[in-house]
């Protein structure tokens, strides 16, 4: 069954066309992969998909209603919930406090978010530093806490932008370890990804931006091999999407 369906999503920035009749579903249950060069339109898409921004043209739906127009805290509400490209932490709350925040979005008492919270900073390994502050947290854990901030609203629909981004191999291979311990727990993902190596280990399904357009769509051994994937890529400063 699809959660989520766009059809003929676009957005223009002025003249500029940064996504074009974008059309894709997303079943309940599925890890989806969206890959594309810089520029390519992904984050924008993300922005109309959670309510940050609204699509000039086409609709979203989602469960089977119609979700432009919402706010991204009534989209938060009905279980879809997206995680920004650049983490922006609370620096002055404590990392357990910046989890509480999100917990907040689905219970209205501070006991039950303050439960939901510890839980959610032991499944993400961060539990240790759930007295340290928002601003004196590395990159890895910044990138941890976002997710947990995530975690804690319960979604039943994650819209990861670009998690693994400036993470080494190390602490790579460990955020897939959690990405793909969250989908076993029955949570739907939708990922944006460079590094390809995440996007291989986690995808059952790959979609290609290039230029605000889909390009490709398959398994994700199908995709790094389509041509005009290629090709896209070949337009940046390397031979292939990002190892
Ligand atoms: N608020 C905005 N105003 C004007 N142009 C914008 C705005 N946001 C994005 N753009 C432009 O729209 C295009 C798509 O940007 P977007 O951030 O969606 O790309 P992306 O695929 O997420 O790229 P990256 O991989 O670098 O994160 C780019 O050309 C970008 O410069
Ligand atoms: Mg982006």
Redesign the pocket.
């Known amino acids: 069954m699809s959660l989520l369906t766009l059809a003929g999503v676009t957005k223009f920035?002025?003249g500029?066309r940064?996504?074009h009749r974008v059309s894709f579903q997303l079943s309940e249950g599925e890890m989806l992969g969206l890959i594309?060069?810089?520029?390519?339109?992904?984050?924008?898409?993300?922005?109309m998909i959670s309510g940050f921004?609204r699509p000039d043209a086409g609709t979203v739906t989602y469960a089977g209603k119609p979700l432009v127009g919402l706010r991204p805290h009534d989209i938060c509400q009905r279980g879809m919930v997206r995680t920004f490209?650049v983490a922006r932490p609370f620096l002055r709350l404590s990392v357990l406090e910046n989890v509480v925040v999100g917990a907040l979005e689905r219970v209205t008492h501070r006991r039950e978010a303050v439960a939901i919270a510890g839980e959610v900073l032991e499944l993400t390994g961060l539990a240790e530093k759930a007295g340290s502050m928002g601003q004196s947290l590395t990159l890895p854990d910044r990138k941890r806490l976002e997710l947990a901030r995530a975690l804690a609203t319960g979604p039943r629909v994650l819209l990861l932008?670009?998690v693994m981004a400036g993470l080494n191999p190390t602490e790579t291979g460990r955020l897939i370890d959690l990405i793909r311990a969250v989908h076993g727990r029955g949570i739907t993902v939708l990922l944006?990804e460079?590094v390809m190596k995440a996007v291989m280990a986690l995808s059952q399904r790959v979609l290609v931006?290039n230029y605000?357009e889909l390009i490709a769509e398959g398994p994700p051994a199908e995709v790094v091999r389509d041509r005009k994937v290629i090709e896209a890529y070949l337009g940046e400063d390397s031979a292939g999407p990002e190892t």
């Not at 594309?36 to 922005?47: E, I, V």
């Open positions: 920035f002025g500029l940064a996504v594309g060069p810089n520029g390519a339109g992904k984050t924008t898409l993300f922005h921004l490209q932008d670009e944006i460079h931006l605000g």
